[in-house]
Nanobody, 119 residues
């Protein structure tokens, strides 16, 4: 079973940057894709970006394009989310999650890390 742990959140001013990390433990051979999601207070959780574990193919939500970069280090079993030009509307709890196949849902989730962007 794969477990996920996020880190790197914090308080930053608008225009600043943060890099989130998602450390995975356990077998990675059955991991197809790892995604980053966020949930702002009073809002539904939304997808931010994702990356396939083996090939590194990425996807981004429109709100993340041009500002966020997702990457992975297979030697460290870690996925990163580099966030630049942060805006107050990026505030929320950021979660990483993994799915086993391209048809399966995101089955395993981390506990989340808080990102707060002040104006």
């Amino acid at each position: 079973q794969v477990q996920l742990e996020e880190s790197g959140g914090g308080l930053v001013q608008a225009g600043g940057s943060l890099r989130l990390s998602c450390a995975a433990s356990g077998r990675m051979s059955n991991v197809y894709r790892i995604g980053w999601f966020r949930q702002a207070p009073g809002k539904e959780r939304e997808s931010v970006a994702s990356i396939t574990w083996s090939g590194g193919t990425t996807t981004y939500a429109d709100a993340a394009k041009g500002r966020f970069t997702i990457s992975r280090d297979t030697s460290k079993n870690t996925v990163y989310l580099q966030m630049n030009s942060l805006k107050p509307e990026d505030t929320g709890v950021y979660y990483c999650a993994r799915r086993s196949t391209w048809t399966s849902p995101y089955e395993y989730w981390g506990q989340g890390t808080q990102v707060t962007v002040s104006s």
